[in-house]
């Protein structure tokens, strides 16, 4: 099976679940896992050479909108090779081949920056709170969650890996507590805690 369908059906295991997690400060956040934030959590949105993604990302062409990217995926007529052979594909690299199932439903993260301001790094992010972790390289993980402006739900909206400690300095950091991954039926999956 093609790589980027098996990290979309990974992600589609997911699709109508919830998380939840516990902050040391005793903030409580519920995220859900939406399909359409998969496009985005893996940073095809950065592929700009690809007319796939061209089309996709081009809201006065509607040849491609976002159901039709994920139908691509879903057909494997937009595959891993077409990801890897774009000139943009280092720029993503990292958070491409950390995406999984595990990474996403697992307590790796164990910190949070809350009320995150975009300013401080001239940032276009929507998010306001970023999820992160310290790999064993020194290096950060992060997973980015922001809230739906007309639903009021929060969703991941994206996840990236980062060599430095741009998106946490200044930061205003809580740790996460616990950990508690929910299916569409409300039963738990997954509880962790620290």
Request: charge should be neutral; include cysteine; aromatic fraction near 14%.
């Amino acid at each position: 099976m093609d790589i980027l369908l098996e990290k979309y059906n990974d992600y589609m295991r997911l699709k109508n679940c919830r998380v939840e997690y516990t902050f040391s400060n005793q903030t409580q956040l519920t995220v859900h896992y939406r399909e359409e934030n998969f496009p985005h959590l893996l940073g095809l949105h950065k592929l700009k050479d690809l007319q796939l993604i061209q089309f996709w990302q081009d809201k006065n062409n509607k040849t491609v909108n976002l159901k039709g990217l994920l139908r691509h995926i879903k057909n494997s007529s937009f595959t891993d090779s077409s990801v890897k052979s774009s000139i943009f594909y280092p720029l993503i690299k990292d958070r491409y081949e950390s995406f999984s199932y595990e990474n996403l439903t697992s307590l790796i993260y164990t910190d949070a920056i809350i009320h995150f301001n975009p300013e401080l790094i001239h940032s276009k992010l929507k998010s306001d709170y970023i999820l992160f972790e310290k790999t064993s390289n020194s290096e950060f993980n992060h997973l980015a969650i922001a809230q739906d402006a007309r639903t009021g739900s929060r969703y991941f909206e994206t996840f990236f890996h980062e060599s430095t400690i741009k998106y946490i300095s200044g930061q205003v950091i809580v740790q996460i507590r616990k950990f508690t991954l929910y299916d569409p039926a409300g039963h738990i999956i997954v509880e962790d805690s620290f």
